[in-house]
């Protein structure tokens, strides 16, 4: 097993940190699919306008440049993010 490195050690605190952001600004539990996705694409930069929500499959295929169609997920994920949207 390969040992984390320093910096992806503080990168996946810092997405921690992400998370309970949006939960607190939320009040609510996020389900393990959705994803807070960094805009900037830094994920040390926690800043709540740097913050999107998505649904996981969503935030795969952005990253793999829209190789991926989860049109499901999508409905709910947009229900998530007008609750998000609303709360700002
Ligand atoms: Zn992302």
Do not use: C, F
């Amino acid at each position: 097993m390969r040992k984390p490195t320093k910096k992806q050690s503080i990168e996946s605190y810092s997405r921690q940190k992400a998370r309970q952001k949006i939960k607190a600004r939320l009040n609510a539990e996020l389900p393990r699919w959705i994803v807070v996705h960094h805009i900037d694409e830094n994920p040390l930069n926690n800043d709540i306008n740097n913050l999107k929500l998505m649904g996981n499959p969503k935030h795969i295929s952005y990253h793999l440049k829209g190789k991926i169609h989860p049109e499901r997920t999508l409905k709910t994920v947009e229900k998530l993010l007008s609750l998000y949207n609303s709360s700002l």
